[in-house]
């Protein structure tokens, strides 16, 4: 059983477009997290949510908004996407807002042309 | 400023060679510290962690760190390197809920 999934694996859309992003823990945990990695592999937390509650909101556009409908999923929405956009989102989950140990999913590529 | 330095971008390490990866903090107090592998196209896997207690840590596929408070670092080890151990390997920190990567350091394993 996958612990941290994510849909799409990878998303290759236009600029302006909007686009979501799924996420979905299995492991129980209370916290999940959504980072951005850059194309020089630099990984940047971008939303933190325990129990449904957003805890943590770096320095993020505002065309991102993250829902979380039950603390066993954390979708990700992006409106207007930019070509600086372009990287690969990760999922992440752990037991506590403290991070601790994080568990996290395969990946979205996402590529806006 | 609070900040994790990976020194190294880039490892070129013979099979059955060690390894050793550097990874340095700066933060007021001793963090939690973490050491993450990322393979290629793939999410990261946790390692290893230490949070208090003995600075020798032992994690998964044979590695381990070393928690060194006079050096503010954490480094990496491993005594024989696999070529599956080719990928990017990530510190990290959480100090105070203030969660932060360092930059990675890419990892290739050579014949």
């Known amino acids: 059983d996958t612990a941290v999934s994510q849909t799409p694996k990878y998303l290759v859309t236009q600029m302006g477009n909007d686009k979501s992003i799924k996420c979905e823990q299995n492991?129980?945990?209370?916290?999940m997290y959504w980072y951005k990695q850059d194309s020089k592999k630099f990984l940047k937390i971008m939303f933190s949510?325990?129990?449904?509650?957003?805890?943590i909101n770096e320095t993020v556009p505002n065309r991102f908004s993250p829902k979380s409908p039950d603390k066993a999923h954390l979708n990700l929405h992006i409106n207007s996407l930019e070509l600086g956009d372009s990287a690969v989102y990760f999922c992440?989950?752990?037991?506590?807002?403290?991070?601790?140990?994080?568990?996290f999913g395969p990946g979205t590529r996402l590529t806006v042309t | 400023a609070q900040s994790v330095t990976q020194p190294d971008i880039h490892i070129t390490v013979s099979e059955g060679a060690s390894l050793e990866l550097r990874c340095n903090y700066s933060?007021?107090?001793?963090?939690?510290l973490f050491w993450y592998v990322q393979s290629p196209g793939q999410g990261l896997q946790l390692l290893l962690k230490?949070?208090?207690?003995?600075?020798l840590v032992q994690g998964i596929k044979g590695f381990e760190a070393e928690f060194k408070r006079s050096q503010s670092s954490f480094n990496l080890r491993k005594p024989s390197v696999h070529w599956s151990d080719a990928a990017e390997y990530f510190c990290?920190?959480?100090?105070?809920?203030?969660?932060?990567f360092g930059a990675g350091t890419q990892v290739v394993v050579t014949p």
């Open positions: 992440a989950s752990s037991q506590g807002p403290e991070f601790y140990e994080q568990y």
């Open positions: 492991l129980g945990h209370d916290t």
């Open positions: 949510y325990n129990n449904k509650e957003l805890i």
């Open positions: 933060y007021g107090a001793t963090p939690y």
């Open positions: 230490y949070f208090s207690g003995d600075t």
């Open positions: 990290a920190v959480d100090s105070w809920g203030k969660f932060q």
